[in-house]
Nanobody, 120 residues
Framework: QVQLVESGGGLVQAGGSLRLSCAASGSIFRINAMGWYRQAPGEQRELVAIIISGGSTNYADSVKGRFTISRDNAKNTVYLQMNSLKPEDTAVYYC??????????????WGQGTQVTVSS
C-alpha cells in the first residue's frame, strides 16, 4: 500500500498564491505518474495537472500559465504551485499517484484531499 499525505491548502484572496504538497510513502516501487485533481461542490472531479516519470507535464486549460506541477523524486513528493488564483479555483484538491509494483500490477492511490478556497 501507498499512503499519500497532502498539505498546503487554505484560504487566499483572488490573485494570491498557494503551494500544495503531496508526499508518498509505504510500498513504493515505481511511480509512473503523480498528479492533482480537484472537485468543486456539485461538480465532477477533474484533472488539474499531472507529471509522468519522464518529467512530462500536462495541465487543464483553465490553469495553464498559472499553475506549475513539479516533483522531487528523492522525496516521492509532488508539488502544485498555484499563482494568480481565481474564485473558480475553489475546490477540494486531491493528489493522485499511479505506480507499478514489482509484480507488474498498476495501482492508483488518492490523497485525502485538501481544501482550497479563493475569496473574491
Amino acid at each position: 500500500q501507498v499512503q499519500l499525505v497532502e498539505s498546503g491548502g487554505g484560504l487566499v484572496q483572488a490573485g494570491g498564491s498557494l503551494r500544495l504538497s503531496c508526499a508518498a510513502s509505504g510500498s513504493i516501487f515505481r511511480i509512473n505518474a503523480m498528479g492533482w485533481y480537484r472537485q468543486a461542490p456539485g461538480e465532477q472531479r477533474e484533472l488539474v495537472a499531472i507529471i509522468i516519470s519522464g518529467g512530462s507535464t500536462n495541465y487543464a486549460d483553465s490553469v495553464k500559465g498559472r499553475f506549475t506541477i513539479s516533483r522531487d523524486n528523492a522525496k516521492n513528493t509532488v508539488y502544485l504551485q498555484m499563482n494568480s488564483l481565481k474564485p473558480e479555483d475553489t475546490a477540494v484538491y486531491y493528489c493522485q499517484v499511479i505506480q507499478t509494483t514489482s509484480s507488474r500490477v498498476t495501482n492508483t492511490y488518492w490523497g485525502q484531499g485538501t481544501q482550497v478556497t479563493v475569496s473574491s
